[in-house]
């Protein structure tokens, strides 16, 4: 973040607490670093979402920009919109 275009200030969402993610029990194998295709990219702070559900072999994996909203996807909510 510190070495994103838009700084520190502008990022938010991921949230951990400090002491648990310094511990021996953070699981650092599940988190990567995304990195961009070029030096200008790799700049960027990405506006991903993720998102599991299931159990097992039953699960799916959700990676993109939309919220899990209805609208997000297509609905009509109120008023058409």
């Known amino acids: 973040m510190q070495t994103s275009h838009l700084g520190q200030e502008n990022a ?6 400090e002491d ?3 511990g021996p029990d953070f ?6 670093r995304q990195e ?4 200008a990219l790799d700049r960027n702070l990405y ?6 559900a299931g159990e097992g072999d039953n ?6 920009s939309h919220n899990l909203s209805a609208g997000a996807w297509g609905n009509q909510e109120k008023n058409g919109s």
Request: proline share 3%.
């Open 12 to 17: 938010s969402s991921v949230i951990l607490n």
């Open 20 to 22: 648990y993610y310094r």
């Open 27 to 32: 699981p650092r194998a599940s988190f990567h």
């Open 36 to 39: 961009g295709k070029t030096k």
């Open 47 to 52: 506006h991903t979402k993720f998102f599991m």
């Open 59 to 64: 699960q799916v994996l959700y990676f993109g």
